[in-house]
């Protein structure tokens, strides 16, 4: 039997009750985004969740999203938090028909969980509960207004005889049920535009706080232009020299760390026998040096696209160790960014002659935010994952028994010495192309022995010497192509690299990237009409 109160206030239907929840859950977590970007963007709730679901992925689950998905990898992540998200939000809509107060508690337990996760950010401070609060508050308040409105349709319909005493509603033809209803409906429309519309402009907000602006002192050194590629002569061939803006990028953070240069400092120490800390601006004022390095990620499939190469202009990271005097009997460097990663590399890779840089410029230009801004660690040789820190504010000598990094702790190789590789470009794979003269065309790359040759195979035939493209130095990628008589047919292409002074050979070993990096000669398949 139902209350009194039952009967005077009916439940609003189902589907309609699910809508509410998701539109409550949408303007609340489109607003507390827009807050997160005013005052800390780590802190809005889709985002916290997501860098808490990033840290405790499995390893082998991480490399396969980076290999299924490359740069939108993050994207399909947020994308999956807000999905769930939403389905909660409903389900807080149907509890809310019959018990209101069960659905404001699964809206409430929602925001308190994104808070939480802010909160576990390094960074955080106690304004990041803001954003969680901000959509707890606006959430529950549309979803209570919504509910308010539509509750009074649906009495107002259980009490179809009322409409026969206003007559100007019968001459319209629009009963009040039927307004209310219209009514609660623009509403609910309203407020999920506005939290579109907040989330939007929150993230533009972000975006045009990650922009760099300001100039870079010369550099000490003058290295000579680079040459002309080959890319104005063979189409679809990697250019010799990458675009800051097509430069590869992979990282745990689902935002870019927005720092403050003027705020920004790094520390080195650790066990060293003269601990000290740099501004930005002292930085800016030692001698800077260019370097042309390739970078490969260790995530890097056999053919992958996760490799670039710059013009890196910075501070040798050996001064800045010889400065601080390194103890004898330490392995590592534990570096740090501003949000609390951590990376580790070998100490002596940082003091040998290759040149490891903290970088403040790339490509002429000071570093973009999504690539480090205000300096990185640039290390000829070795994946990013252990020598490419961006957003470092901390480096610290110590030793591998005493810290693990990010990584480490996921069971990847300590060492990360980039294996040499061979990658064809074009033709692409599984393309047609006609028969007569087909350039094969890629690049190539053995950082810290430096690529001697490249050849290639068409199916079982004996393997043939392709052009070189002009050579930089060790660690800078090489440009290469290959003559095909091509003919009709269907046929498998192969490449690989040779390297160092005694000219090793790529190895054919195929090796998946976990735990140190990719290997085997890269095939593609290509029919020739």
């Not at 489109?30 to 809005?44: D, K, Q």
């Not at 050194?221 to 590869?248: C, H, M, Q, V, W």
């Not at 028969?435 to 001697?452: D, K, L, M, N």
Request: aromatic share 6%; glycine share 10%.
């Amino acid at each position: 039997m139902k209350t009194s109160t039952e009967a005077s206030t009916p439940a609003v239907g189902r589907f309609r009750a699910a809508i509410f929840g998701v539109i409550a859950t949408v303007t609340g977590a489109g607003v507390g985004h827009l807050v997160a970007a005013l005052i800390r963007p780590e802190s809005s709730p889709v985002l916290a969740v997501g860098s808490v679901v990033i840290d405790n992925t499995p390893t082998p689950l991480k490399t396969w999203a980076i290999r299924t998905f490359g740069d939108m990898d993050k994207l399909i992540l947020v994308g999956s938090v807000a999905i769930v998200t939403l389905l909660l939000g409903a389900i807080a809509g149907l509890l809310a028909r019959r018990r209101p107060v069960l659905g404001i508690a699964v809206l409430a337990v929602l925001t308190l969980a994104a808070t939480v996760a802010a909160m576990l950010s390094p960074t955080a401070g106690i304004i990041a509960v803001l954003p969680g609060l901000v959509t707890a508050a606006v959430g529950i308040a549309c979803m209570t207004a919504l509910f308010a409105y539509s509750s009074k349709s649906e009495a107002a319909t259980s009490e179809g005889a009322d409409t026969n005493s206003d007559e100007s509603s019968e001459a319209s033809g629009v009963t009040p049920s039927r307004r209310i209803l219209l009514k609660s409906t623009g509403i609910g429309a309203a407020m999920a535009v506005i939290g579109v519309a907040a989330g939007a402009a929150g993230q533009q907000i972000i975006t045009a706080a990650q922009r760099v602006s300001g100039t870079l002192p010369d550099p000490s050194n003058i290295l000579a232009k680079l040459p002309e590629g080959l890319e104005k002569k063979i189409r679809g061939i990697t250019p010799f020299r990458t675009k800051n803006s097509d430069f590869y990028r992979v990282d745990i953070n689902l935002t870019v760390p927005t720092v403050n240069e003027n705020e920004w400092t790094l520390k080195i120490d650790g066990d060293v026998e003269n601990p000290y800390e740099l501004t930005y601006q002292d930085i800016l004022d030692m001698p800077l040096i260019q370097s042309d390095i390739t970078m490969t990620c260790v995530s890097n499939e056999v053919g992958g696209q996760y490799a670039g190469a710059a013009r890196w202009m910075g501070i040798p990271v050996s001064d800045l160790l010889e400065r601080a005097k390194p103890r004898s009997g330490n392995n590592q460097v534990l570096s740090t960014s501003v949000d609390g990663y951590t990376c580790s590399t070998p100490l002596k890779a940082l003091q040998d002659d290759r040149g490891a840089l903290l970088a403040v410029g790339m490509n002429g230009e000071p570093l973009p935010r999504d690539h480090g801004y205000p300096a990185r660690l640039i290390t000829p040789g070795l994946y990013g994952y252990v020598g490419a820190t961006k957003w470092v504010t901390r480096l610290t000598v110590t030793t591998f028994d005493k810290d693990k990094a990010y990584w480490t702790k996921r069971k990847w190789s300590i060492d990360g010495e980039i294996k040499p590789m061979a990658r064809i470009d074009t033709p692409e794979p599984l393309t047609t192309v006609s028969a007569g003269t087909v350039p094969i065309a890629g690049i190539a790359w053995a950082q810290r022995q430096g690529i001697t040759g490249v050849e290639v195979k068409i199916d079982d035939g004996p393997w043939k010497a392709a052009k070189l493209g002009p050579e930089v130095n060790i660690d800078y990628w090489r440009q290469w192509w290959f003559p095909w008589e091509a003919t009709p047919g269907t046929y498998r292409v192969f490449a690989r690299c040779r390297y160092g002074d005694d000219e090793k050979t790529q190895t054919k070993d195929r090796a998946k990237p976990f735990p140190d990096g990719a290997s085997g000669w890269h095939e593609i398949a290509v029919i020739v009409d």
